[in-house]
């Protein structure tokens, strides 16, 4: 059984920094792709990054520069820094395990509010 609990949403004035912390339970987080995705009001969900197991990032061209996704292992635990923060990046933030190649386990979502 895998749990996924987001977590250091909130608001934040344009320009801040926010980090979002994702703790997982169970027994894949250490040796699986993690991710965050967001999904803003009237949005599909998008995929902000991900990370492999042995630390290969990707990040959408929206987010290159100003954030940084990062996992400890030890602690079961994936990180999203957020820097230089805009109005877009408003969006609810979910933290993923993958199986294989795709998403499969999700966290319930924490809010980040981004104020103009």
């Known amino acids: 059984q895998v749990q996924l609990v987001e977590s250091g949403g909130g608001l934040v004035q344009a320009g801040g920094s926010l980090t979002l912390s994702c703790a997982a339970s169970g027994s894949i987080f250490s040796r699986n792709v993690m991710g965050w995705y967001r999904q803003a009001p009237g949005k599909q969900r998008e995929l902000v990054a991900a990370?492999?197991?042995?630390?290969?990032?990707n990040y959408a061209d929206s987010v290159k520069g100003r954030f940084t996704i990062s996992r400890d292992n030890a602690k079961n635990t994936v990180y999203l820094q957020m820097n230089s923060l805009k109005p877009e990046d408003t969006a609810v933030y979910y933290c993923?395990?993958?199986?294989?190649?795709?998403?499969?386990?999700w966290g319930q979502g924490t809010q980040v509010t981004v104020s103009s």
């Open positions: 990370i492999t197991s042995g630390g290969s990032t």
């Open positions: 993923s395990a993958y199986i294989r190649t795709l998403p499969y386990y």
